[in-house]
């Protein structure tokens, strides 16, 4: 039996907005997993001077109701400071799309998530946060929760791909369990790094690949 979508979240299905990678993107972030059945990477471009949001797009993985609020949350998103783009919440994707089915709520939830996350990772490279609280093993771990295993699909740590974290006065180390000549090593490398390196107190990550 087919969902009860409305007209607008089938539009915004067969159309999407701002649907795309930007190559040169201030800001980036992934949420979810093709394993899990949704997910979302959100790309932003934002003016150094106000804050406000130039350009954004989003590459999505799953149901309509996932690439649909993608496409919204991008719409609302767009020509909004840091601050505005912040406030949207779930409830409003899915109020402009004219209601989601409640089974398929999760996905204005993840759409959201992964524009927070963007804007997180651009307030922390440019000094943004005003609440600054120290990196630690737990932070760190739960970071790499959204690095994806592509093997599978899922998480390095779920996947158990993440043997060893150490923090160290500036200093991440973080030992993965995967030969350093294996053809996803650089991939995971690159997504450890985006998402640790732009923290405030840390000076260098250090990432060893053992098997």
Known sequence: MSLPYTEIVMDHFRNPRNVGRIEDADAKSIEGSPACGDMVAVYLKVDSEDHHITDIKFESYGCASNIATGSIITEM???????EAKKITWKEASDKLGGLPPVKTHCSVLAVDGLRAAIENYEERHGLIKERKPTTVELVRKRLKHVMNPVVGLDIVRTKLVQNIEVDEGTVRITIDLPE??????????????????RWDVERVEITFVG
């Open 181 to 198: 000549d294996h053809q996803f090593a650089p991939n995971i490398r690159e997504e450890i790094a985006e998402k640790i390196e732009s």
């Open 77 to 83: 998103a767009k020509g909004k400071t840091l601050e």
